[in-house]
């Protein structure tokens, strides 16, 4: 498995040289003009590491799904994209439930896309088939909007290079062999709890 990280990292992420671009304000500006790709972990779910044995995709009973906090979290994301005025252009998200939740949530749609399903358990050949499928479909996408990604930590940290929280969200712009140039990230929402 880290091997494969390491293997995925070194394909498909440079670095930029300047780490000015870091803050949360200057990159809500950036995605104002559109053009980017935003890698955004599934909202927080219940506790957990994975999927219980024997879960199916189709049946969201068997997974570990998005807690009330998620919920709330990843509809407070789609409010902050709205209130920065980011144009989103599309919503792809792996077909775990907890990620197509998230996108439905925040950006009311959501297309299920197998190259960003969890890799938490694909073998080195699998990893490579879905990193090679997105690398080709980032190199036909032009926008005008923003392509927001909904994944898991595994694929965030295989595509970017990045450990992201729940709800947290990497910012990067598409290099022109379907590689990304991470921009910076964005913490989730902090939400308001009722004392």
Known sequence: MRRRLF???ALLVTRPLLASDR???ALWQRLKGGGLVV???HAATVPGIGDPPGFQL???STQ???SDAGRASAREI???FRRHGVPVERV???RWCRCLDTA???FGRAEPAPMIDSMFRDDDDASRRKLAALRAYLRAFTGPGNLILVTHDVNIRALAGEIVAQGEMVVASIVADGSLQVLGTIAPPVLNQAP
């Open 58 to 60: 189709a049946r969201c």
């Open 78 to 80: 789609g409010a902050t």
């Open 7 to 9: 293997l995925a990292t």
């Open 39 to 41: 890698l955004m972990r």
């Open 92 to 94: 792809l998200a792996s």
């Open 64 to 66: 570990r799904n998005l």
């Open 104 to 106: 439905q949530l925040a």
């Open 23 to 25: 803050g949360a304000a």
